[in-house]
C-alpha cells in the first residue's frame, strides 16, 4: 500500500494562477480532507469528503474548491492564487467521519504564492 | 468554542532522559483524544488514539494519559532518542455531526540533544 499520495512536493505561483493539488489513497476510506499547517498555528480544515461525490466545506474554504469523482482521488484547486494562500498543505483520510479511526495523512505540498 | 491547548510550545531535552508534554481541550462532547508525530517536513503520524474510557495508552516509549473528567492528556516520552526530535501534536475529535471534524493543538517542538 501506498497510503495516502500528495503531487506536486512543492509548487510557486504567481499571484492569479490557478492549479489543482492532487492527493489518492488505496486504502479504501470513505472519509478525504484537506488541510494546511501555517506556522503557529494548528492545522485547519479546507474541505473534506465523506464519500464519492460528497464534499463540504471546513474552517478556511474560501479560494478552494475540491470534487470526489471517485473514493481514491480528492483534488483541491486554488481558483486564483493569493499571497496569504502560501502555507503547507496536507491530504489526509480515514476509514469514516465518526469514531476512534487512525488518520493518516499524505507528506505535504509546500505552495509559495508571490 | 472548542480548543485544544499544548504546553509547552518547545522543550529542550538530553538524549536518555524522560519528558512528558501536555495537552488540555474544551471539546465537548468528547469522541477520542490522539497524539502525533511530525518530524521536520513530513506530515502527521499517529501515535495513540484514545477513547472516553481509556486512561492510558503506550506505543513503545511514548504513553499516552487522559483525564476525561478534567479534559487534560499527557504524552510520556521514556528514554528518548534523537529520532523524538519533532513537533507533537494532540488532535480532539468531538462527538455528534457528520464531519466528525478533528481540532488540532498548535503543537509542541521537542527537540533531543546527544
Known amino acids: 500500500n501506498a497510503g495516502v499520495t500528495q503531487t506536486p512536493k512543492f509548487q510557486v505561483l504567481k499571484t492569479g494562477q490557478s492549479m489543482t493539488l492532487q492527493c489518492a489513497q488505496d486504502?479504501?476510506?470513505?472519509?478525504m480532507s484537506w488541510y494546511r499547517q501555517d506556522p503557529g498555528m494548528g492545522l485547519r480544515l479546507i474541505h473534506y469528503s465523506v464519500g464519492a461525490g460528497i464534499t463540504d466545506q471546513g474552517e478556511v474554504p474560501n479560494g478552494y474548491n475540491v470534487s470526489r469523482s471517485t473514493t481514491e482521488d480528492f483534488p483541491l484547486r486554488l481558483l486564483s492564487a493569493a499571497p496569504s494562500q502560501t502555507s503547507v498543505y496536507f491530504c489526509?483520510?480515514?476509514?469514516?467521519?465518526?469514531?476512534?479511526?487512525?488518520?493518516?495523512f499524505g507528506p505535504g505540498t509546500r505552495l509559495t504564492v508571490l | 468554542k472548542n480548543q485544544v491547548e499544548q504546553s509547552p510550545q518547545s522543550l529542550i531535552i538530553l538524549e536518555g532522559k524522560n519528558c512528558t508534554l501536555q495537552?488540555?481541550?474544551?471539546?465537548?462532547?468528547?469522541?477520542?483524544l490522539r497524539w502525533y508525530k511530525q518530524d521536520t517536513g513530513r506530515g502527521p503520524v499517529s501515535l495513540t488514539i484514545m477513547t472516553f474510557s481509556e486512561n492510558t495508552k503506550s506505543n513503545g516509549r511514548y504513553t499516552a494519559t487522559l483525564d476525561a473528567d478534567t479534559k487534560q492528556s499527557s504524552l510520556h516520552i521514556t528514554a528518548s532518542q534523537l529520532s523524538d526530535s519533532a513537533s507533537y501534536i494532540c488532535v480532539v475529535s468531538g462527538r455528534g455531526g457528520s464531519q466528525g471534524n478533528l481540532i488540532f493543538g498548535k503543537g509542541t517542538k521537542l527537540s533531543v540533544k546527544p
Open positions: 489526509a483520510s480515514r476509514p469514516a467521519a465518526g469514531g476512534p479511526y487512525e488518520q493518516f
Open positions: 495537552c488540555n481541550y474544551t471539546v465537548s462532547p468528547f469522541s477520542n
Open positions: 486504502m479504501n476510506h470513505e472519509y
